[in-house]
């Protein structure tokens, strides 16, 4: 067999296996990727398959080829985790909007564009069709105080527009939202007059809480602390960082979740993260605070009473 012959071969079989780990890559970029890959370290493969006159069968059983096929799945991984960042393109179209339609009390209108708008954000998008059942029961299980307290989110990402879901019900005392990402706190804060108009004080904090977690020492006395889909992906990134974040929290009500399926497999993965959470409270001795736990949505849902 020809090397041309054996790479093109070599080609169809890896993008092959990444429809297969990916459904959700298109043809096309299964190949690009694979290309990318083959031509990235030709001079390796030439280097095995030069002189030899071996078959894909054979070439299967090199360390290369596993090593291929992984590189490839690599690149495949964080080019669909890329494509699920959240694009804000069109935040300020429905920024105005929610301004215009606050100005006239609609309240409805308020609520329609601000779901458009988190439908932008790859976290709130995924948790609109159960939005308010899940802010309702969070709303319950914290003894009312997600809608009349002080809130702090930590990794907020566009959730502290919630209140503009309901304006006329949802009026925390407080919101302070951290995170790095400053595009997703630009937005929030292009709507403080709503907040003003509404009477809810908003505190927006750019920071890197993998670097600096103790940031969370400046905010005393709060009455929720909303940890969504952040505490698990916080703990691979600096172990340890999960058990800190937890007990730096000083909130009545700590709220922690994480998605029941993967970014990007779109795998079950409830039971791990359950177990997850599950042993981060039990760690902090507060198993016997849990007020409850649940699936909401695709969301596994734990809050614990400080
Ligand atoms: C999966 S999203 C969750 C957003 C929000 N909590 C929700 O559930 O809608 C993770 C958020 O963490 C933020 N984030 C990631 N790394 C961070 C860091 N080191 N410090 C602060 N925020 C971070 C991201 O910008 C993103 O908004």
Do not use: Q, W
Not at 32 to 44: D, F, L, T, W
Not at 189 to 215: N, T
Not at 235 to 255: C, F, H, N, Q, T
């Amino acid at each position: 067999m020809s090397l041309d012959v054996l790479i093109e071969e070599l080609i169809a079989e890896l993008a092959s296996d990444l429809l297969d780990e990916y459904p959700r890559l298109s043809p096309d970029k299964a190949s690009e990727i694979v290309e990318s890959v083959v031509s990235r370290y030709k001079s390796r493969i030439l280097r095995v398959l030069t002189g030899k006159r071996m078959g894909i069968e054979e070439f299967r059983r090199y360390s290369l080829y596993r090593f291929l096929k992984k590189e490839a799945r690599r690149r495949a991984y964080y080019y669909l985790r890329k494509f699920k960042t959240s694009d804000l393109a069109g935040a300020s179209g429905f920024i105005d909007s929610i301004i215009s339609c606050m100005d006239k009390g609609d309240y409805e209108c308020v609520r329609a564009s601000a779901i458009e708008l988190l439908k932008l954000h790859v976290s709130s998008s995924e948790r609109i069709d159960y939005i308010d059942e899940f802010l309702g029961a969070v709303n319950k299980y914290t003894s009312g105080l997600l809608f009349s307290g002080k809130v702090l989110d930590i990794a907020c990402g566009l959730n502290p527009l919630y209140p503009l879901l309901d304006p006329s019900r949802i009026r925390p005392e407080l919101i302070i939202g951290i995170d790095k990402d400053r595009v997703v706190l630009g937005v929030i804060k292009a709507l403080e007059r709503i907040y003003d108009k509404l009477g809810i004080r908003i505190v927006l904090r750019e920071a890197d809480l993998l670097r600096y977690p103790d940031i969370l020492r400046d905010y005393t006395g709060l009455d929720v602390a909303l940890i969504l889909k952040f505490l698990h992906y916080a703990e691979r990134m600096r172990p340890g960082l999960g058990d800190r974040i937890l007990s730096l929290v000083d909130a009545k009500y700590v709220v922690i979740t994480e998605p029941t399926i993967s970014l990007v497999k779109r795998r079950d993965i409830s039971f791990r993260e359950k177990r997850f959470i599950k042993s981060l409270i039990e760690r902090s001795g507060m198993l016997e605070n849990i007020v409850y736990s649940g699936i909401i949505g695709s969301e596994i849902v734990f809050i614990v009473e400080k």
